[in-house]
C-alpha cells in the first residue's frame, strides 16, 4: 500500500463511517462549516455528504480566494490591462467575471493578460520585458500570501523596477470572526483549512474555542483525513468541548512557519478588504507597508480599487457564507456553468459551485 491508498482505505472509511453514525446518535442537528475550497472540493469528489447521517450537516464557507475577491479589483486589473499594463495572473482569476467582463475577454480583444503557475513568472516577463510595466494580481490566502510577497525583495535584488503587486490578500480568522458574528449562520463547529493552517499555526484558532466558542478540528485532504476530522469534532459537541484539535499534524505545527509569517510582517500591514458576500471585514486583508509603495500597482500606476457590482441574480455572495446552497440558485447548472460561469463560485477549482457541478452525485 502507498501513502496515498493509505489515506483512502476503504476498511478504514467504513470504520470512521460506523464512529461517526454513533456519535451522531448520540447529538442534536451539527452544523459544521468547512473553510477551505479545497475541502469542499475533497468533500464533494468522494461523496462524503452522501454517506453522513441526516443530522451532521456540511456547509462549505468562504475558502476560495478566487471567489471571495471583489468584482471591483476585477475592474481594477482590467483597467490597468488596457492602460497598456501586462498584467500577470493565476489561471483561475482570468474568468471571473468583474462588474462588465472578464480579464480572459479583455484579453481576447487585445489586452496583455498572462497566465502564470508561479509569481516568479512576473519576473521573468519583467526581465524579457524591460520596457513594459508589469502588475502580478495579488491573490490568495496566508497560503499564497509568502510566495508572492517574496516577488518585493526578488524584484530588488534582480533591478526589476517596473513589477508591482495588485494586492488583494485575505486573512481567514478575520473571516471567521465575521461569520460567527452573523445571528443568520448557525456554525456548530470548524473543519479548519490545512495548507492555511501550515503557515499561520494551530494556535491561530484558540481564539474561537472556550466556553463561548466553537469546536476547531485542522483535517488534511484526504477522504480519511476528513471523516477524522469530523469524528473529532463531533466528540467534542457530545463532550460540550470547544477546542483546537490539529489531526494535521504531519504538515501544520502549533505556531505555524515562522519564515512565512516574519516576511508576511516585514513587508506588509493589516488593513480593511472587502469580501465578496461578507463585505468589508475590518484588518482583514494585507497591504504593502508605506516603504515599499513603489511595488504597489494602485500607488504606482494612480488607480485605487473601488467596489464592484454583482450579477443580476448571482447567489454566490450566500453561497460563500454558507447561506445557500449552489441547487438553490435558479443558475445552477442553466444560465450558469464552467463553460459560462455568472459567479466565480462557478470559475474557480476550488468553487463551491463548481464542485457541486462536478461532483453533483456526491454533494447534492
Avoid at 13 to 21: G, K, T
Avoid at 127 to 137: E, G, H, M, S
Avoid at 255 to 264: E, F, I, P, V, Y
Wanted: aromatic share 6%; proline share 8%; charged share 20%.
Amino acid at each position: 500500500m502507498n501513502y496515498i491508498d493509505g489515506f483512502r482505505d476503504p476498511e478504514a472509511a467504513a470504520c470512521l463511517r460506523r464512529r461517526i453514525n454513533d456519535l451522531a446518535a448520540e447529538v442534536d442537528h451539527v452544523s459544521i462549516m468547512e473553510v477551505c475550497g479545497t475541502h469542499t472540493m475533497a468533500i464533494s469528489r468522494y461523496g462524503i455528504r452522501s454517506i453522513l447521517p441526516d443530522n451532521i450537516e456540511l456547509i462549505s464557507g468562504p475558502g476560495c480566494p478566487v471567489c471571495v475577491t471583489d468584482a471591483g479589483y476585477v475592474d481594477t486589473a482590467i483597467e490597468l490591462a488596457r492602460r497598456g499594463v501586462m498584467v500577470v495572473t493565476f489561471g483561475d482569476l482570468i474568468h471571473v467575471p468583474g462588474s462588465e467582463t472578464s480579464l480572459a475577454e479583455c484579453r481576447a480583444r487585445g489586452a496583455s493578460v498572462e497566465v502564470c503557475y508561479s509569481p516568479t513568472a512576473a519576473l521573468e516577463l519583467a526581465a524579457k520585458n524591460p520596457d513594459r510595466d508589469i502588475v502580478f494580481l495579488a491573490v490568495g490566502f496566508e497560503t499564497t500570501i509568502p510566495p508572492v510577497t517574496s516577488l518585493v525583495p526578488m524584484a530588488t535584488e534582480k533591478g526589476l523596477n517596473r513589477v508591482s503587486l495588485l494586492t488583494a490578500f485575505k486573512l481567514v480568522p478575520p473571516a471567521l470572526t465575521a461569520l460567527l458574528a452573523d445571528p443568520e449562520l448557525r456554525i456548530d463547529a470548524f473543519l479548519c483549512p490545512a495548507h492555511v493552517s501550515a503557515i499561520i499555526g494551530a494556535n491561530a484558532y484558540r481564539p474561537f474555542t472556550g466556553p463561548a466558542g466553537v469546536p476547531c478540528v485542522i483535517a488534511g485532504f484526504e477522504p480519511l483525513d476528513i471523516l477524522l476530522g469530523l469524528e473529532h469534532i463531533l466528540q467534542q459537541v457530545r463532550a460540550g468541548d470547544a477546542v483546537v484539535d490539529n489531526q494535521y499534524t504531519r504538515v501544520v505545527r502549533t505556531d505555524g512557519n515562522s519564515k512565512a509569517l516574519a516576511l508576511m510582517q516585514k513587508y506588509l500591514r493589516p488593513v480593511d478588504a472587502a469580501w465578496r458576500g461578507l463585505g468589508v471585514v475590518p484588518q482583514s486583508g494585507l497591504g504593502l507597508k508605506p516603504e515599499y509603495s513603489a511595488f504597489d500597482a494602485e500607488t504606482r500606476h494612480g488607480i485605487k480599487v473601488q467596489r464592484g457590482k454583482e450579477p443580476v441574480g448571482c447567489l454566490c455572495g450566500e453561497v460563500i457564507k454558507g447561506k445557500t446552497r449552489p441547487p438553490q440558485c435558479p443558475m445552477f447548472g442553466k444560465r450558469c456553468t464552467p463553460d459560462h460561469p455568472v459567479g466565480p463560485c462557478m470559475v474557480s477549482s476550488e468553487g463551491t459551485c463548481s464542485a457541486y457541478f462536478k461532483y453533483s452525485a456526491g454533494s447534492l
